[in-house]
């Protein structure tokens, strides 16, 4: 099991997270009323979709003793017609099969966030 504290603050819209030893914040930015103290809520949402993808990418490349090297995630998200459409556009560098690129591409989209 997976938990999180989120308790609001002083702050107009600012939160504090609790995970496991590490304390974040989440805010707003100034132009839409908050202290831009931290990131959006979505913004973390985004980084948690791109590490995930990353780590999972990561581990099975380790584990196929695969030659690669950096793996870089660009995530985003926009609303389309009153829906979130979230895309995440991977970089994946080193000496890799087109098939072994397919591959990690795949299993980048079984992460536990995806």
Known sequence: M???QVSSNASRYGQDI???QFDLIADEP???GGDD???TPTELL???LGSCKAITIKMYAERKGWPLEQ?????ESHVVDKQTVITAYLTLTGDL???QRDRL???GDRCPVH
């Open 2 to 4: 997976t938990s999180v």
């Open 18 to 20: 609790a995970i496991r």
């Open 30 to 32: 100034t132009p839409v």
């Open 37 to 39: 103290r931290g990131p």
């Open 46 to 48: 985004l980084a948690g």
């Open 71 to 75: 793996i870089h995630v660009a995530a």
């Open 97 to 99: 099969s087109p098939e």
């Open 105 to 107: 591409r795949e299993i």
